[in-house]
């Protein structure tokens, strides 16, 4: 069902804003972005791209590197929602 793929897309962006929250370096803007994400066995991202950017290269970059940095999932994600797709917003 189409609800499975909601659960790890939320879970994706939980684990984003909390690593985002940790990062002191992170600027406080808002942003919208959609991104693209690889997920491997471990339960972590391997790779993040934008695919529809913030408009800013350097929020960009910090957004995908922060999901490559991540914790991994609590939970793996069955093979065919390994690749997904993410809107990650926020808010000032």
Do not use: C, H
């Amino acid at each position: 069902g189409g609800g499975t793929g909601r659960y790890y897309t939320g879970l994706l962006q939980r684990n984003f804003f909390e690593a985002l929250a940790r990062n002191r370096k992170a600027p406080l803007d808002e942003f919208s972005v959609v991104v693209r994400v690889w997920i491997g066995d471990d339960g972590r991202v391997q790779r993040a791209r934008i695919v529809d950017s913030s408009g800013n290269a350097e929020l960009d970059r910090l957004i995908e590197s922060t999901l490559a940095d991540m914790l991994p999932l609590r939970e793996v994600p069955p093979n065919n929602l390994r690749q997904v797709q993410l809107r990650l917003n926020r808010r000032a």
